[in-house]
């Protein structure tokens, strides 16, 4: 069988699953993509995806995608600017990098970005079954998922793309349904600026129709980031806090307005973030529990027709700012490997995870070290005042030029020699290195003159 003939059933029709759908469609492959929610063009507030994962976009229908996207994202960024909780000015690097990463790398509004990539995704024939929850996989030489309706679906290969929430890590894995509270939770809101936002002397700059913003505020066990755009009118921010809340069925709950405001009255935070908070619509505030999930061993079920991807296979917090982008290129790299595999489902699935496993280890386990490296800084220390850097939101050249796409070609056929000779070693050891790590070093790409903060 050739990859042609392949039926492909994805679950869940997020950034990931969307990308390995339209990845393996592009390929000839028939796919059909399960959703449990109907729509999500509403839902959300900011997401970002830096070169690496935009480089996936920018390549679908010759850039098309991709200029439709920008226009909806983040286009006038100038700088990404880094301050204390009080307002001073540690640290500025370019929003774009370098200039061929304007059309790959996308910020913005989560639905308004997601509807554009549905749209691509629909009009090149993926068939969607909206509204739909899956309630059982079903691991054999032809696996399955059945919905909560009783339908029941087959395909020659599933790939369960439906989040850290997904069954299939107890179902398919055979894990324990641990849900592990990281210590942190995010307040995140997303509104619309308006001419009466323009009058007041604390939101003003934000509501500049020239420049988007990119900015972050970093204090102790917090830190927020406001992201404007679309010519002033939009604006997003997230508030990273701890909470050490036991973990329930639904992370999500609604925010209290009065809870973010006294979270930056105990950071000493500057007031024009107070009043952001303040004119929030209280109905777009939420409050999400971060969840941490150890790093799997594997993400194939014993058939090897079954994978995990995504947020499902290794959910990054987002101080990653990698959690989206390390989704779309698992979906790359497994339709490049079914396509290759020719119609061998558990040979592809094997070489993808090896293809994947380490780069996205290293990524995820570094969430969690940005994060700490934020919230405890000695602001009167010899180390801050040298590497003002260390409160940036890492952008190694190694994680973000990295082509998905080419890396999967290179490997599949030494990785594939070594699943057909049953090559013996750790999950780790066979797979491909990670290509770098997060060293101070690493994290920028211009070392600039630091800034005195005090």
Same mark, same amino acid.
């Given at each position: ?216 505020w970093v204090a102790k066990d917090l830190h927020m980031i406001i992201y404007t755009w679309n010519h002033g009118k939009d604006l997003g921010w997230v508030l990273t806090h701890k909470d050490t809340a036991d973990i329930g069925e639904s992370w999500s709950f609604p925010g209290k307005i009065s809870d973010v405001l006294d979270c930056l009255k105990e950071g000493e935070f500057e007031e024009k973030l107070l009043e952001v908070v303040r004119v929030t619509p209280p109905e777009n505030l939420v409050d999400y529990k971060l969840v941490w999930r150890d790093p799997l061993n594997t993400w194939l079920s014993p058939s090897g027709r079954i994978a995990l991807i ?30 290759? *595999?020719? +119609? %061998?489902?558990? /040979?592809?699935? &094997? !070489? ?81 290195? *990670?290509? +770098? %790590?997060?060293? /101070?070093?690493? &994290? !920028? ?10």
């Open positions: 069988m050739s990859s042609n003939g392949l039926e492909v059933l994805i679950v869940g029709a997020g950034f990931g699953g969307l990308t390995a759908a339209i990845e393996c469609r592009n390929r000839g492959m028939h796919v059909t993509v399960v959703e449990t929610y109907a729509t999500s063009a509403a839902y959300g507030d900011i997401i970002d995806f830096f070169p690496n994962g935009g480089r996936i976009i920018e390549a679908w229908d010759g850039g098309r995608v991709g200029r439709d996207l920008i226009k909806i994202c983040i286009n006038q960024g100038d700088q990404f600017e880094y301050y204390k909780a009080d307002g001073k000015l540690v640290w500025q690097e370019d929003w774009i990098l370098e200039p061929h990463h304007f059309y790959r790398q996308y910020a913005g509004h989560r639905g308004q970005m997601h509807a554009v990539i549905m749209e691509y995704a629909q009009e090149i024939g993926i068939e969607f079954k909206l509204g739909e929850k899956v309630v059982q996989y079903e691991d054999g030489d032809k696996p399955a998922v059945v919905l909560e309706s009783g339908t029941r679906y087959t395909a020659d290969v599933v790939l369960a793309a439906d989040g850290p929430k997904s069954i299939a890590r107890q179902q398919v894995l055979g894990l324990p349904d641990t849900k592990v509270n990281s210590g942190y939770a995010i307040f995140r809101a997303y509104y619309t600026l308006t001419e009466e936002h323009m009058k007041s002397p604390l939101l003003k700059e934000f509501c500049d129709p020239t420049r988007d913003h990119t900015k972050l995504g947020d499902a296979a290794h959910c990054h917090l987002p101080t990653s700012a990698q959690g989206g982008s390390q989704a779309m290129e698992d979906g790359v790299a497994v339709a490049i490997a079914l396509h290759r *595999a020719k +119609g %061998d489902v558990p /040979l592809a699935l &094997r !070489v993808f995870e090896r293809i994947r496993f380490n780069r996205s280890h290293v990524t995820h386990m570094a969430s969690i070290s940005t994060r700490d490296g934020y919230h405890n800084v000695d602001w009167d220390g010899d180390e801050i005042r040298n590497n003002p850097e260390i409160v940036n939101l890492p952008r190694p050249a190694w994680v973000i030029e990295h082509d998905a796409a080419a890396n999967a070609e290179e490997h599949f056929e030494r990785l594939a020699d070594d699943v057909r000779a049953g090559r013996q070693g750790s999950i780790e050891e066979l797979s491909v290195p *990670a290509g +770098g %790590d997060y060293e /101070l070093s690493s &994290r !920028v790409v211009a070392k600039k003159k630091p800034i005195p903060i005090r």
